[in-house]
């Protein structure tokens, strides 16, 4: 049984009110690709322990000890800390129960402007884990929360083996200075950020919901293995080409994009060409993208039967779309394979390509 591909994403410390738009961005690359993510960061750490310490507040005792210890956050200079004696006056407990109101409102849209509601769904799915950088206390501020857990952590993420670390560019600078990878860790940091990069250019990718990435994951979930296969072909590559390119490296963008254009976009191409060309082909990729089970008793993807020629392509349409009669169509279904470098690509990009028409189907 092969092991779970871990993904680790790491964005670093927010400047103010957390926004949590690279998290969001990072995970959903991580949630399509991978099989688990992992989320190192400190804005969503300290968004999640206050969302859990203000449910626990039941008291007013509890809201004024919580108010005062964001105190300097709120604005409230000194004014928590001087009504904690006049709490059992009735204008005191109801300036109380009015900033805790303010705070609650002001948490909760923070809670959804910043992502973090996003970010909730992959986590109720058991797809995300939100690590915890406060501890077992709610810090004095958002400084004490992050600085050394997360860089702990960050560090512990690259260099275990066990999970791809998908990092900010802001860590991934500070990581390259302080850190010298060894091979097998280097090669898995490219290997993700390479896939990052490719599935980010999906069609409107960047406007998914972490709901519908889920959702197309989990349609997709039988191709994924051989388009992880093709891209890490692709990232050894770069590494051929750059031995010591990693993926915070300035010139790794540059390397990816000449991946897209070199590796990715002509399969692309050839692939989109057969399925125009071949209306059961056309076909069986529709109802495989809603329902994956239907391709699943077939020996070879569906890309892979269509380049392979017409017979094979007539009994996989036949078994996949209930056995109906496809030989008075079987000269639609031709079209040239071309060199067999293509056929493989053709092959392994099913994903990518299957992937790219959900999201654009919304």
């Known amino acids: 049984m092969t092991a779970p591909f871990h993904v680790t994403v ?18 959903r690359a991580g949630l399509l690709y991978g099989d688990r993510v992992a989320l190192v960061s400190p804005g969503a750490s300290l968004l999640r322990r206050l969302l859990a310490d203000a449910a626990l507040a ?6 004024l000890d919580l108010l005062a210890s964001l105190a300097d956050d709120l604005g409230l200079g000194a004014a928590p800390l001087a009504m904690r004696e006049r709490l059992g006056e009735p204008d005191v407990a109801a300036t109380v129960r009015h900033l805790w109101r303010a705070f609650r409102g002001r948490l909760d849209r923070a809670a959804q402007s910043s992502g973090l509601d996003e970010l909730a769904v992959a986590e109720r799915a058991g797809a995300l884990e939100i690590v915890d950088l406060a501890g077992a206390e709610l810090p004095a501020d958002l400084a004490a929360c992050t600085s050394d857990h997360y860089a702990a952590r960050v560090t512990d ?5 066990v999970t ?9 600078e500070a990581l390259r200075q302080r850190l010298d990878l060894s091979p097998g860790r280097a090669h898995q940091a490219r290997h993700i950020a390479l896939a990052a990069q490719l599935v980010e250019r999906l069609p409107l990718f960047d406007l998914a919901t972490v ?5 197309v994951r989990a349609d997709l979930h039988a191709p994924l293995a051989r388009f992880r296969g093709a891209v890490l072909e692709f990232s050894e590559a770069i590494a051929r080409g750059a031995p010591r390119r990693d993926p915070w490296d300035a010139d790794f963008a540059r390397d990816a994009e000449q991946v897209y254009r070199r590796d990715v976009a002509p399969a692309v191409e050839d692939i989109r060409d057969a399925i125009q060309s071949t209306g059961y ?3 069986l990729v529709s109802r495989y993208a809603d329902r994956p089970a239907l391709l699943a008793p077939l020996a070879a993807p569906a890309l892979a039967l269509a380049v392979a020629g017409p017979d094979a392509l007539t009994h996989a349409v036949g078994l996949a779309i209930g056995g109906l009669s496809v030989a008075a169509n079987a000269a639609q279904a031709r079209y040239d394979a ?3 470098a293509r056929e493989a690509e053709a092959h392994r990009l099913f994903f990518y390509v299957a992937a790219g028409d959900r999201f654009a189907r919304g």
């Not at 039941?58 to 809201?63: F, I, L």
């Not at 791809?164 to 991934?172: E, I, K, M, Q, R």
């Open 58 to 63: 039941s008291t007013p005792r509890q809201r």
């Open 338 to 340: 071309g060199d067999r």
């Open 164 to 172: 791809y670390p998908l990092l900010d560019g802001a860590t991934g």
């Open 10 to 27: 790491a964005c670093g410390p927010p400047e103010g009110v957390p926004d949590l738009a690279a998290e969001v961005a990072l995970v």
């Open 157 to 161: 993420a690259v260099a275990s083996g």
């Open 281 to 283: 082909l056309r076909a």
């Open 211 to 215: 709901a519908e990435t889920l959702d």
